[in-house]
């Protein structure tokens, strides 16, 4: 028996037959015999998948150790042929896998660390090997599931860092971009800003976001911005992120200098001296840099018809106010000065501040005597009777001080006298008065030398002589104020103007007459007329002497008027009215001429009146 054609075990694996012998008898006999043929499997099929392509899922999160997939192939081969072997192909030597595959099972197992967002797939060749090295293929595809497990990136695609305080709502300031590497809702992002703040989130392209401002800035109130920027995806649980950025606000020049006072005021003693500091202003401004930087200036005006910077200057820098001169309270009490202080922005803005200097007094002015008037020409005598009781007024010595406050305060006192313990001065007000009665055996002369002192420290005085004639009428006194008038310093002026007055009047007279006679010859010989006439008359004005004091008790007024001629030997006396006491006024040029006014009656109704001395 032959074999006819080619066996398949995979196909058949045996084979019955039936032999039959039949002889060339007849009837001819047969016999038959059953052949069972057993096909013995040779390797001749190569391992087939199961599945072309096998696919599978996992989760990016999944351990390692999980089953991902199993596959399988068969093989038509039987026994030993039929065993077969799985493993991985076109693998590259350092290639990390993170699969593997059981050889005998077929089961895939994660044995590495997957990432979708590194490889969403994973495509590995398969092999089916049968011991004979006959191999099958097949494919298997893992597919990485993404889980929300990368948070959102910000990323600021442009940014300055700085922004103006006067940028209008709506003004950009930064360009966002925020990505998610997951997919799906895990990938989708929205950016918000934590705090609430003048700025705003708008979306622009997709991923993109722009910051612009929503309010007017001032850096004033709020130099530096810190922006917390939030990104958060829809994945469950939801993953964020923050991202802060520092926002600095740009100043501009939108504020004025302000001064701490509205206004200075300050003091200094007069007779200071000149470039001493007086006070320091000081101007602050909100601003930044070049905007705040100050710079103080005098405004013009006057003091006392002078520009103001004559009298004061002011530190640029500093804002130190100096005087340029000594200061006089008697003059100028009290000076406002106008300052301006500029900041140095473009443009500058300026305010402006009063400061009042304030002079204080110092005693540098001694006292003035206003009453009794001080005179070389003639001398007024105060006239006491002896009748005067004890705290009879004799005259009130009245004196001024140009100082101000204590310095100003005036006290009396008497400091000598002819007799100590007939008058005193009152201490505040000066009255002179009697202190004992009147005698006979009292000096009709008594002369009084006040001291006026202020209540400066220290302090300055004036001295007054004041005449006092004691006696009921004035022929009694005639006689001793005769020579008490002159006294030896008096005389000696006197007698040298009396000189120089003569001599000038004896010149004037020459010269006169030299003139007169010169005329009178040119007219004779023009005229040939001789004219005779008398002397001229030459008429005499004394001066009028008047004393009027309104300031204190006592008021004293004395005119009179002389006329006289050059044939007359008369004098007529007007007196006007005393209006107080009696007062005895002297004059040293005529030794015995006196008047004397009374309150009761005028002498001018007595025709023989002692005072009409020619």
């Not at 889980?147 to 860092?161: E, F, H, K, L, Q």
């Not at 005006?301 to 340029?324: H, K, M, R, W």
């Not at 002369?447 to 004035?474: C, H, K």
Request: proline share 5%; hydrophobic share 35%.
């Amino acid at each position: 028996m032959m074999l006819h054609s080619g066996l398949d075990r995979e196909r058949q694996s045996e084979h019955t037959l039936i032999l039959t012998a039949a002889d060339g008898g007849e009837p001819q006999r047969s016999g038959t015999v059953k052949i069972h043929v057993t096909v013995l499997d040779a390797n001749d099929n190569a391992p087939v998948f199961t599945q072309s392509v096998f696919k599978a899922s996992v989760l990016e999160n999944a351990l390692r150790g999980a089953v991902i997939a199993r596959v399988s192939a068969v093989d038509a081969d039987q026994g030993y042929n039929g065993n077969i072997t799985y493993s991985f192909t076109h693998l590259e030597e350092d290639s990390s896998c993170p699969f593997e595959i059981n050889s005998y099972t077929g089961e895939v197992k994660l044995t590495g660390d997957i990432d979708y967002e590194v490889s969403p797939n994973y495509e590995i060749n398969l092999q089916a090997k049968d011991p004979w090295g006959v191999v099958g293929a097949s494919k298997l595809i893992i597919e990485i599931g993404d889980v929300n497990d990368n948070r959102p990136v910000i990323t600021m695609a442009s940014y300055s860092g700085k922004i103006s305080e006067d940028s209008t709502p709506g003004t950009v300031v930064a360009l966002i971009s925020v990505q998610d590497k997951d997919s799906g809702k895990n990938g989708q992002v929205h950016l918000n800003i934590d705090e609430i703040l003048p700025f705003k989130i708008k979306s622009s392209l997709r991923n993109y976001y722009t910051l612009v401002t929503e309010q007017v800035l001032d850096r004033e109130k709020l130099s530096k911005y810190n922006i917390t920027l939030t990104a958060t995806d829809e994945g469950l649980p939801a993953l964020s992120s923050s991202k802060t950025v520092v926002l600095d606000v740009i100043d501009i020049n939108d504020n004025a200098p302000a001064f701490s006072q509205s206004v200075y005021s300050t003091q200094v003693m007069e007779n200071n001296s000149p470039g001493g500091t007086l006070l320091q202003i000081h101007a602050t401004d909100p601003d930044q840099g070049q905007n705040a930087r100050m710079s103080y200036f005098l405004i013009d005006g006057d003091v006392s018809g002078n520009p103001v910077s004559a009298y004061f200057s002011i530190n640029t820098e500093s804002g130190v106010i100096q005087s340029l001169r000594s200061l006089d309270y008697e003059q100028v009490k009290e000076y406002k000065i106008r300052v301006k202080a500029q900041d140095g922005g473009s443009p500058p803005l300026s305010s402006n501040t009063t400061v009042i200097v304030r002079v204080q007094d110092q005693n540098d002015n001694p006292p003035q005597v206003l009453y009794p008037v001080q005179t070389g020409g003639s001398l007024v005598a105060e006239m006491v009777p002896r009748s005067a009781d004890v705290g009879y007024l004799v005259t009130k010595v009245v004196a001024v001080d140009v100082d101000s406050g204590q310095n100003a305060w005036l006290s009396y006192k008497l400091q000598k006298a002819t007799d100590r313990a007939l008058f005193e001065v009152g201490l505040q007000n000066g009255e002179i008065r009697t202190i004992r009665q009147v005698t006979d055996k009292d000096a009709v002369k008594q002369r009084l030398t006040v001291i006026v002192e202020d209540n400066g420290q220290p302090s300055r005085s004036a001295t007054v002589i004041v005449n006092v004639a004691v006696a009921d009428s004035f022929p009694e006194v005639l006689s001793e104020f005769t020579d008490f008038t002159h006294d030896k310093e008096y005389n000696d002026s006197l007698t040298f103007y009396l000189v120089l007055a003569l001599a000038v009047v004896s010149f004037l007279f020459i010269t006169c007459l030299v003139v007169i006679i010169s005329v009178k010859v040119y007219r004779w010989r023009q005229s040939r007329v001789l004219y005779h006439s008398n002397l001229p008359v030459i008429p005499y004005y004394p001066p009028r002497y008047s004393d009027t004091l309104g300031t204190g008790t006592l008021q004293h007024v004395y005119n009179y008027e002389v006329c006289r001629t050059t044939d007359s030997r008369k004098s007529d006396c007007k007196f006007g009215r005393a209006g107080s006491q009696n007062v005895l006024i002297m004059d040293p040029s005529s030794t015995g001429t006196m008047q004397r006014i009374q309150s009761e009656k005028s002498i001018l109704d007595e025709p023989d009146s002692p005072l009409e001395v020619s």
